[in-house]
């Protein structure tokens, strides 16, 4: 936690335009609390880049904005940007775009740096953007001593579709959501297809489900269960997810067998009613997932 | 047949393994998943580079064959020929396979999975993990060649 600090970056929120992506990030400590930006703020929309780190870091720089205070200057007596807090002390901000975290040898440089004498009656930040795993972290430098980090995690993120339509990480929560119920509605399917067949079921095992694009939105990362399908105490079947996006599909399961491992896909459009078939070996015929199926998949080899 | 076959096999090997561990009861799923994704990406940049090396290998002596001819584009392929180092994989790839635009487009799309896995360490994509048959669909261009 943060002691003696300049301001509270609690009371913060940051927005920040990260090539295609504008995330605001905040405090979880404020939550519920009402956003300070939303895409209405966004005075025109951008045009869209191929790749996010091909973006200049001076771009990126000059589109934060910041609730909690005001931004004073970009670029001005050594640092990317002039902050003032809300209660009126200025910051002297160096702005960082990685896809890691800050490093103990990463304070300590700094604290050198801020030790110079032109800065050191300064209180001074650093603003670390890590566009990997989507969070900010403000390190906190007092008379050029570090005091401390603290992290704020997105709150919002959205992208501007060509049609100057958003893509919200509510959209990609919902995906997600919806995934984890089809999972659920089909394992409660086989469960009495088992049982018909002489066989038991447990749900004891998990995968972690951490696709990219959850990670692009700040979506954290979920555990999904797998089912798991024994004749006595042998397994002869595992359910194991494997992805939510994919092309062509909404949603990958795959059954593993005795006799080998099979593709469980959704064949329906996304958040409609699910359509599992199953890929044969080509992966060129599918066959409908029924219960007739699933017997043919926990047959002995 | 080329070492892309040998690679297949001892992918199915491996994965013929986990699987069974995936089937003991209690096994530990999370590792398991982790085990499996680093895996397919270690099986999908091998298979991957000795693509590449025949690639490489039949572009060089097809530019070779094509810089020796009597056609007025010997020139133009002598040219490439003395700045092979610097012609890029997919113009390559582009030499042995620009008749045929299906394939060349999924080579390049293999390619941007290869080089997002190898240099930003990504994971495979969920459709490029049927690292088997893909294995043995480079198998089956290599032998076209």
Redesign the interface.
Known sequence: MVSKTVSNVDDRQVLVHLGNRFVVFGSELKLPAALAFSPKDIPEVPARVPYEDEVPAKRLVHSIRVSGGAIKQFEHEGADIVFEDKDGTTVLVEAKVRERDLTRADYQRYEALFQDPQRRGLSQEVWNFNVERLHLEIAQYIQGRFEGTTSLRPLDVWEFNADGSTFHRSQVEERVDNWAARIQALYDQVTPWAEHAGLKTERT????MSE?LMQQFGVPDREMP?L?V?RS??????F?P??L?????NG?IDV???G??YALIDRAKELNPPEWVVLGAT?REFRPFDEVEFKRLVSPP | MSKITETQRAYNAISELVRAEILKRGSNMQDLQRFRQALDVAFYLLGWAQFEHLTREEANERIDGMARGATINAGAWKFVQQNLKGYPLRKKLDVIFHGDAKTLGELNKDYDVRNDAAHNYSRLPSEAREISAWLAGLEALVDKF
């Open positions: 095992r998990k995968v972690l990219e797998v798991d024994l105490d042998q397994t002869v079947a595992s194991v494997i992805g996006w994919l092309i062509g599909a990958r593993v067998t005795l080998g491992s992966r």
